[in-house]
């Protein structure tokens, strides 16, 4: 555990899936690490939530670690040491494959993000919004898991409308599950909540953003680019 943080603090935005899993999901993963020079060269991490497909991120200098292989799998692939049959065997079997990019904010989205969270009447939401919450997003999230990560939103009335999440970790805050409900899309909202957790990640904490978006997800990455976020690494999404 100890090599992962240090690897971690060092490279928060190569390994926060892998730390973060390891503070918070202990007992649903499995994972694989190739050590280098003090830290680590790469890793292989399987996710296992009941009722759903396991999830693998293949990351880095992985050659000697097992890749495990489910009949229903999602696979983050970022790697290097990993055989041509065995990686044209998984794009071959897959129902879905994609592109995907990981955006990083640092210290120069700060300004842009505080402008853009005032846009609209965005605010933090809390445990009494969970009903609203799940709602909107239409997903089988449990309290636990809804109070997990840092959630805000944007409400027209008592109707939460737009929400974006983010997952707290020492160094870096990952942005993830940004949704609006389709009749308010265009109108500003997701930028909204997008920029008010940006803003708190790196105003309020003092640390840097990131997020993970479909590079073929036109208007998505026209927003986070407009915020300040770059692109800084690229995956190769599957799904079996």
């Not at 060092?10 to 999901?25: A, C, S």
């Not at 707290?168 to 940004?178: A, G, K």
């Not at 949704?179 to 930028?191: A, M, W």
Request: glycine share 8%; with cysteine; charged share 25%.
């Amino acid at each position: 555990m100890e090599i992962v943080r240090e690897s971690f603090l060092k490279y928060p935005h190569v390994f926060f899936y892998l730390y973060y899993d390891l503070l918070y999901h202990r007992n649903e993963i499995d994972y694989f690490i190739k050590k280098g020079d003090g830290v680590l060269s790469g890793f292989v991490l399987v996710y296992k939530r009941p009722a759903h497909c396991p999830a693998v991120h293949v990351v880095g200098v992985v050659d000697g670690l097992p890749i495990p292989r489910f009949p229903c799998m999602r696979v983050h692939f970022e790697a290097s040491g990993v055989a041509d049959d065995f990686l044209e065997g998984l794009v071959g079997s897959a129902k879905r494959a994609e592109l995907s990019l990981l955006m990083y904010c640092g210290g120069w989205c700060r300004e842009i993000a505080a402008r853009y969270a005032q846009s609209r009447a965005v605010r933090r939401l809390a445990e009494e919004d969970y009903e609203d919450y799940v709602k909107l997003v239409g997903l089988s999230l449990s309290r636990e898991e809804y109070m997990e990560s840092a959630r805000y939103g944007a409400y027209i009335g008592d109707e939460l409308v737009s929400v974006a999440s983010a997952y707290r970790l020492p160094e870096i805050w990952i942005i993830h599950s940004v949704y609006t409900k389709p009749e308010y899309r265009g109108r500003g909202f997701g930028i909204a909540v997008t920029a008010k957790a940006t803003y708190d990640a790196l105003e309020v904490e003092g640390r840097a953003a990131a997020l993970s978006v479909f590079e073929n997800n036109t208007p998505a990455v026209k927003m986070y680019r407009k915020l300040g976020y770059k692109a800084i690494r690229t995956f190769l999404y599957l799904e079996i």
